[in-house]
């Protein structure tokens, strides 16, 4: 079992920064693929970011590619989300997920993450 808690979140305004924070327990021995994923009121939960095991890989929806960026610090089990120049659209309920895995894949699918964090709020105003 792998227990994440996301923290970060708040009410900020457009073109802002934040910065989201993972950090997970457990069987973190294992170095598990991350991801985050967000969703909006009366939306479908989405792919934002993922990082592979090592963090050489990353993947990110077109949507937050080259304002978002993504990472970890395995010594702290910890993987973080730095969200640049934030767009009201970008408001949403963040959540960090992990998969145990022994490849160096990464994951852009929910369903890929068995293991999901309570979530973090992230409000942009206008």
């Known amino acids: 079992q792998v227990q994440l808690a996301e923290s970060g979140g708040g009410l900020v305004q457009a073109g802002a920064s934040l910065r989201l924070s993972c950090a997970a327990s457990?069987?973190?021995?294992?170095?598990?693929?991350m991801g985050w994923f967000r969703q909006a009121p009366g939306k479908e939960r989405e792919f934002v970011a993922a990082?592979?095991?090592?963090?050489?890989?990353?993947a990110y929806v077109d949507s937050v590619k080259g304002r978002f960026t993504i990472s970890r610090d395995n010594t702290k089990n910890t993987v973080a989300l730095q969200m640049n120049s934030l767009r009201p659209e970008d408001t949403a309920v963040y959540y960090c997920?992990?998969?145990?895995?022994?490849?160096?894949?990464?994951?852009?699918?929910?369903?890929?993450?068995?293991?999901w964090g309570p979530g973090t709020q992230v409000t942009v105003s206008s």
């Open positions: 457990g069987r973190t021995f294992s170095t598990p693929a």
């Open positions: 990082i592979s095991r090592s963090g050489t890989n990353t």
């Open positions: 997920a992990a998969a145990i895995t022994m490849s160096g894949s990464l994951y852009t699918r929910s369903f890929d993450y068995p293991y």
